[in-house]
């Protein structure tokens, strides 16, 4: 029996797919009746996401939206400040013969007085290593060096300014007579040749044998049917979710069956097996003349004694001694030359130039003398005077979306085809225009304006997008059998 699945196709998943990473395959009308290997493989990858499922069941890859919250802030758009304002002298004219002008005051803004101060500031701390003389040009030892030099009485501490000294003790001798070989015994060898003599003899050219011969098998060619695949149920990627494009992820899975499939074999099958039988070859002879050995070849060894001799052999009786030991102190054995000093490396200072507030800007108050005259003259109505003004700070609220959940995908039943009729469709097109979602005519069709109100009502339930999900039709108050 042959079964074909067919779902409604959605033309824009494979666009939202390469934003989600997925890689989309459209499979279009699969035959269930000659799966392809990429079915097989399919069927091994999903076989641990999916759930246990029966056939005409259909799962998709569907996304849970990103949830948010709004929250509100207050952000400060403007600190709190000072405003200082200088107001100044006002005067009004007065008839006098005497005063033309009173005295008064003037305001005047004096600066920040700096002065600049060096400072020594240490760059580099004091140190001290060990140098290859007393000199501070001396050449700085090697870190491998003094660490064997410690190892034969280096002190680890030593004071700036001491030097110590490698001194040596050298290894002592006993002269002893000793016999010498002066060449060795040996064996000498002297080589007698084999002796041979002329003879006719009859020989064997080529030995008696037995020669296999091969009788090929007989086979008959014959015709039957086998089975090549038992039927089974298997996961198929689908086309067709009944779902707005907007985040599908186009992974539609469904379970169907594969009838078992045959065909027919011709094969060759053995007659008569194969065979051998063996057949008799005989020797063949050739008489020859050759060289018959008499006696044969003899090594005669002769014994060459040793030569020797007495020498004088100076033998170590003590092994050399190294010893560091501090300069110019008593104590055995010849200096090496070698000597470690410690220096000190004075620290490294450097100056630094910076300004420093002597003095904070102030104000002052200089007098302004009263001027006199026969003339009209200004009076003083108000002094001169300094005003502070404290500008508060400014503040507004803002609102701001924060996430409270992350997006995620994962399998879930949806609606497709195989569980899919008209009076389905307007039952849940009534339950959209119920929950304010204008689906369109009550036609059992689902157009585009249908889809439209489906994903409106997912997105305000925060239910997952990219099919028609168990879950949504359960928020409409849909009812499926199971």
Partial sequence: MKQRSKFVGIGLAGALLIGLGVAVKSIGETSAQQPSSASADLNRTMEPLLPNAKPGECYAKVLTPVQYKTVTEELTVRDASKKYDIVPARHSWAEEKVLSKEASEKIIAVPAVFETRSEKVEIEPARSIWRAGASADSPRAKDSYVAASMALGLPATAQPGQCYAEYLTPAEYRTEEVKVVKKEAYKKHEIVPAKYEWVEEKVMTKEAADKIIGEPAVYETVTEKVLESPATTTWKQGRGLVERVDNTTGDIMCLVEVPAKYKMVTRRTLKSPAATRTV???????????????????????????????????????????????????????????????????????????????????????????????????????????????????????????????????????????????????????????????????????????????????????????????????????????
């Avoid at 302004?368 to 005003?387: G, N, W």
């Avoid at 502070?388 to 995620?408: C, F, L």
Wanted: with cysteine; charged share 25%.
């Fill in 280 to 482: 008799k070859v005989p020797a063949e002879y050739k008489t020859v003349r050759k060289q018959k050995l008499v006696s044969p070849a003899q090594i005669k060894t002769v014994d060459v004694p040793a030569e020797s001799d007495v020498v004088q052999k100076k033998v170590r009786k003590s092994e050399p001694k190294v010893a560091w030991r501090l300069k110019g102190s008593p104590g055995a054995g010849e200096a090496t030359g070698r000597v470690l000093c410690q220096h000190e490396i004075r620290a490294k200072y450097t100056t630094v130039t910076r300004q420093v507030l002597k003095t904070p800007a102030t104000t002052k108050k200089v007098e302004i003398p009263a001027e006199y005259s026969t003339m009209r003259v200004l009076k003083v109505s108000s002094p001169a005077r300094q005003s502070v003004v404290e500008i508060p700070a400014q503040s507004t609220q803002i609102a701001k979306r924060v996430k409270v959940a992350d997006g995620k995908l994962e399998w879930r039943r949806v609606l497709c085809e195989t569980n899919m009729n008209t009076n389905l469709i307007s039952e849940i097109q009534r339950s959209l225009q119920r929950s304010g979602f204008d689906p369109g005519p009550i036609d059992g069709l689902l157009g585009n304006q249908t889809l439209t109100a489906v994903h409106g009502f997912q997105k305000s339930k925060g239910l997952a997008s990219g099919g028609l999900t168990w879950q949504t039709l359960e928020a409409l108050g849909v009812k499926l059998g199971s």
